[in-house]
């Protein structure tokens, strides 16, 4: 008789949402939703709902630094997604703490800008994002103001201004990037994921919906979710896929928010729409 393969682990290192669509709260969802078992380290309690961002309370490096080590000790990690991150120190104890205990895959969320518009990170955490977090990830998941914010760029209007962003990101030195479109104009969402072997245009339709909230952590987690079911040594294609299944799943969660009314502004995803 076979033995069947252990449950994934997945960790997400990320700031909390008390509404629970976005953040820490959101990216267990979605972990849970993808066959994972999750685990979690908190950078920072946010006072946010779905009508934007109040306070944000970043947790002291070391104390991040603690919760990262006493879970390695204890718990294999197969894939982690990282969201927000505050400061260099932090970057700098993320990067110390996962070199040293590395797991398999590593997806970076590189949070700066709430659905919102409010901005969540300083000007030196969004270099330590990119000098000090991004070269250690496997993929990384900017949206478009996001990755204009890391190239000092002004954001793209086009695919084609999107496409002439793609040399700049190349040079953060993640090997795959998935640049979202989802702030262009027009019916569809197309994203443009950049691989060591050539580039790929993952397009979809628009979902006609105000349940954005925390589509970015969701998306990112469910990466990290189906990179966790894969060795070590994953072929190219292998990732590929995976990236393409967790954008399908993200849009079926888009389509499937309108069962949820969550609150009075930019609602949620409905993380379990293929289990309720």
């Not at 066959?35 to 009508?51: E, L, P």
């Not at 205990?101 to 700066?112: A, K, N, S």
């Not at 262009?184 to 979902?207: F, V």
């Not at 292998?238 to 069962?259: N, P």
Request: proline letters at 8%; a negative charge.
């Amino acid at each position: 008789m076979s033995v069947p393969s252990p449950i994934p682990h997945t960790l997400t290192i990320a700031g909390s949402d008390p509404s629970g669509g976005a953040g820490l709260q959101g990216d267990i969802k979605t972990l849970s939703a993808l066959g994972t078992y999750a685990t979690n380290v908190i950078t920072a309690v946010i006072a946010q709902n779905t009508c934007g961002v109040r306070e944000v309370h970043p947790v002291p490096a070391s104390a991040i630094r603690t919760q990262l080590d006493n879970l390695l000790d204890d718990v294999r990690i197969d894939a982690v997604k990282i969201g927000m991150v505050s400061s260099r120190e932090v970057a700098e104890t993320l990067r110390e703490a996962l070199e040293a205990r590395r797991p398999r895959w590593i997806v970076l969320d590189p949070v700066m800008v709430a659905k919102s518009g409010d901005i969540l990170v300083d000007a030196a955490g969004i270099e330590a994002v990119r000098d000090i977090l991004i070269p250690l990830a496997d993929v990384i998941t900017p949206n478009l103001p996001e990755a204009a914010v890391l190239l000092e760029v002004t954001p793209p209007t086009t695919p084609d201004a999107m496409e002439a962003m793609l040399p700049g990101l190349k040079t953060l030195k993640s090997p795959y990037v998935l640049l979202k479109g989802g702030h262009l104009a027009g019916d569809s969402c197309p994203d443009l994921l950049a691989t060591p072997e050539g580039d790929h245009w993952l397009p979809a339709p628009r979902i006609e919906t105000d349940n954005l909230h925390g589509t970015g952590c969701a998306l990112s987690s469910a990466i990290a979710a189906k990179l966790a079911h894969l060795p070590a040594d994953a072929g190219h294609e292998r990732i590929v896929t995976a990236i393409g299944e967790a954008k399908h799943w993200l849009h079926e969660a888009l389509d499937a928010s309108r069962q949820l009314a969550v609150g009075h502004g930019r609602g949620p995803v409905h993380h379990f729409h293929a289990l309720w």
